[in-house]
């Protein structure tokens, strides 16, 4: 295992500049066997990266390091726990960047305000910074098709039969396997409608 070396940035006394962490984050315990993967269990007592014996923060190992073992839990303070995102490639060697801070309080795993747009037909959910897209689960282990491509003409192939059908067909077949929740029927008929011109 190559040695580490690590530059310690110190953050300054404007403590309103440095992030602020939660429990339940994953952060790296930096120790004399080098950084060790954590989760923060629970916030104790606040703490700042940059001031060396502040804080109270318990956290549980995730990946095997040395003697460090998965599952194993300890408490330590501030500056030796590290979120992340802290952690950073300069040149060659990890940098720790110590302009952060750690808070009570937990992540929170549900964010609320979730908005739901559309873009280019489909459903997309926001959520807390993270764009999903909001699927129709379809059982493919049952007989029957399940998907169809248009083929360019006004009709379609269907998925996995091979069929060609027209719109219509495509729908009532496509109706039966998502209970009614057809893709968009009344735009793939007026598509349909302008490829037959």
């Known amino acids: 295992m190559s040695e580490m070396k ?4 110190y953050g300054g006394s404007m403590d309103s500049l440095a992030t602020v962490h939660v429990a339940g984050e994953l952060a790296y315990l930096n120790t004399l066997q080098g950084l060790v993967p954590v989760k923060v269990i629970k ?7 940059w001031m060396v014996g ?3 923060i318990v956290v549980r190992v995730t990946a095997t390091r040395g003697a460090f073992n998965v599952g194993y839990g300890t408490r330590e303070r501030a500056s030796r726990v590290v979120p ?7 040149r060659l060697h990890p940098r720790i960047d110590t302009n ?3 808070e009570t ?5 549900n964010p609320k305000g979730t908005k739901t747009v559309k873009f280019s037909g489909h459903d997309l959910d926001l959520k807390g910074g993270h764009l999903s897209v909001r699927r129709k689960v379809i059982d493919t282990r049952t007989s029957g098709d399940h998907g169809a491509d248009p083929v360019g003409d006004g009709t379609f192939r269907m998925v996995p039969s091979g069929d060609i059908v027209s719109l219509e067909e495509r729908n009532r077949r ?7 929740a057809c893709c968009n029927p009344c735009r793939l008929k007026n598509l349909s409608s302008k490829l037959r011109k």
């Not at 690590?6 to 940035?9: S, V």
């Not at 916030?43 to 990266?49: A, F, Q, S, T």
């Open 100 to 102: 952060y801070r750690w």
């Open 84 to 90: 992340k995102k802290h952690v950073v490639m300069s």
């Open 43 to 49: 916030v104790i007592k606040p703490g700042r990266g």
């Open 54 to 56: 502040e804080g109270d």
């Open 174 to 180: 496509l109706s039966r396997r998502t209970n009614g």
């Open 105 to 109: 309080g937990e992540k929170e795993k």
């Open 6 to 9: 690590f530059d310690l940035t």
